[in-house]
């Protein structure tokens, strides 16, 4: 599969270079079909939505998001549920959460977080099961943890975890073992390990590996045999590397591979 994909790519380029079409930010959308969405840019559309299945004939404008040489600029692809979903500008509403069944019919502003031109630039887009979850900002609550599954109705904000209109910044979203764990702060722990599984009840901070509201930065996540890798700092290890399975007794230190207080890191 993997060595498909790559022909595919060097196939689309090579369209590319002939028709002034520039790719990027390519995502197989429905694998059954071997359908790929992506980036395109051209003079005419501006970088909209394409999609390829390897052939000339077969590579087509989905949709002109933003109508004309505006561009759309759709970035960072996640499938769930046969959807393909991305930010996007339509000119009209900011960047919002988009959706697409790779069909112009089928591809649409999701919902409108920001109201009005205002964007709330939806960002760390992950897949959660049906769902997908990213950060957002709809002008009120800072940018916050939303999911969605593809209707504005089912379009939240789960948690306003740094309560007010200061945002928590979540990120790193990586899916283990059925949740979502990211980096988030509350104003309370500073920026720690949280979980979701796309319900409040199911959001809540793992575990405040630096105590009280020192930063622990948990960052370059890798998940491996159902666990998280990545590495965190607090004030008796320096920067190390840490494991969890999203719970409290399942995250610790792997090892202090740079004894004492300085990090291996
Ligand atoms: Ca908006
Ligand atoms: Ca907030
Ligand atoms: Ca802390």
Redesign the pocket.
Same mark, same amino acid.
Request: charged share 30%.
């Given at each position: 599969m993997r060595r498909f994909l790559l022909m595919l790519f060097i196939s689309i380029s090579a369209i590319g270079v002939a028709s002034g079409l520039h790719v990027s930010q390519g995502k197989t959308l429905k694998t059954s079909f071997l359908t790929s969405c992506f980036r395109g840019h051209s003079a005419a559309w501006g970088q909209e939505l394409w999609r390829s299945d390897g052939s000339p004939e077969g590579t087509t404008l989905i949709r002109d998001i933003n109508p004309g040489s505006g561009s759309g600029q759709p970035y960072q692809f996640r499938q769930a549920d046969e959807q393909l979903y991305f930010g996007a500008d339509d000119g009209r509403h900011g960047f919002e959460l988009w959706r697409s069944d790779g069909t112009a019919s089928g591809t649409s502003m999701v919902a409108d977080i920001n109201p009005g031109a205002g964007g709330s630039f939806p960002a760390g887009i992950a897949t959660l099961g049906k769902k997908v979850c990213f950060g957002a900002d709809d002008g009120n609550? @800072?940018?916050?943890l939303w999911c969605s599954e593809g209707t504005g109705n089912d379009t939240r904000m789960v948690m306003?975890?740094?309560?007010?209109?200061? @945002?928590?910044n979540p990120r790193y979203f990586t899916e283990v073992e059925g949740v979502l764990l990211f980096e988030a702060d509350d104003n309370i722990h500073g920026r720690e390990l949280w979980r979701t599984d796309g319900t409040p009840e199911g959001t809540m901070i793992v575990y405040d590996i630096n105590p009280g509201s020192d930063n622990s930065w948990p960052s370059n996540y890798t998940k491996t045999n159902g666990l998280l890798l990545f590495r965190a700092t607090d004030a008796q290890h320096g920067r190390e590397l840490w494991r969890s399975d999203g719970t409290p007794e399942g995250t610790y230190m792997v090892k202090d591979v740079n004894k004492g207080v300085s990090g291996a890191f």
């Open positions: 609550s @800072g940018r916050e306003d975890i740094n309560t007010g209109p200061k @945002g928590s």
